[in-house]
């Protein structure tokens, strides 16, 4: 092997290396917290769960966090009621849990 397919073959793994790493770094930074979520007419814990991950901005895919939030609560994923309570949580960013902390 030439020192620039060594080169490359390095760079690729470096790369991969970032890949897979990357995601698992940036949950570790984060905070996890609880946020309460009272139900509403026509409201679905997906639909729950996509508006929070998308206002913390939570890295995880949105079936995981809705598998949680279903787990955590003792629910199924339809049959909400209108005035329930639930909590859903979420991985928030440290600086914007400090500007709009959620409640843990």
Not at 86 to 103: Q, S
Request: aromatic fraction near 14%.
């Amino acid at each position: 092997m030439n020192v620039k397919g060594f080169l490359y073959t390095v760079a690729m793994l470096l790369a991969l290396a970032f890949v897979v790493w990357h995601p698992y770094y940036v949950r570790s930074q984060m905070e996890r917290v609880r946020v309460p979520v009272t139900i509403y007419k026509g409201d679905t814990l997906y639909s729950i769960c996509w508006k929070l991950v998308d206002k913390y901005g939570d890295p995880r895919d949105i079936d995981e966090v809705v598998w949680y939030a279903a787990k955590q609560n003792g629910l199924e994923y339809t049959g909400l009621q209108p005035g329930q309570k639930i909590y859903v949580e979420v991985l928030v960013n440290p600086e914007m849990a400090k500007k709009e902390p959620p409640v843990r």
